[in-house]
């Protein structure tokens, strides 16, 4: 079992920034795939952005250029920077865990075996 647990979500201006954390215990977290998601109101669980074991990140078109995944791997965190915030970014975010061993991240949900309880990010305009 892997615990999730992120933190770092609030309210925001549009235009504003936030980081996000997230911790999984486990003795083998250098060897996760970290992923982000992100669900609105009404709407289907979207991928965010994911960064595999060889630290090598991917992210959402409509995150691209805006926000950065990064690792570190001795403190077991992952950040999701978020930069030049939209209202659309308004969403409750989740941290996944995929165990498998992968160099390229997943951004397909059901490949991610943990999941957090999520962190409200809300950006008014």
């Known amino acids: 079992q892997v615990q999730v647990v992120e933190s770092g979500g609030g309210l925001v201006q549009a235009g504003g920034s936030l980081r996000l954390s997230c911790t999984a215990s486990g003795r083998t977290f250098t060897t996760y795939t970290m992923g982000w998601f992100r669900q609105a109101p009404g709407r289907e669980r979207e991928f965010v952005g994911a960064?595999?074991?060889?630290?090598?990140?991917r992210y959402a078109d409509s995150v691209q250029g805006r926000f950065t995944i990064s690792r570190d791997n001795a403190k077991k965190l992952v950040y999701l920077q978020m930069n030049s915030l939209k209202p659309e970014d308004t969403a409750v975010y989740y941290c996944?865990?995929?165990?498998?061993?992968?160099?390229?991240?997943?951004?397909?949900?059901?490949?991610?075996?943990?999941w957090g309880q999520g962190t409200q990010v809300t950006v008014s305009s």
């Open positions: 996944a865990v995929d165990l498998n061993i992968r160099t390229i991240a997943s951004p397909i949900p059901s490949a991610y075996d943990y």
């Open positions: 960064i595999s074991l060889s630290g090598s990140p």
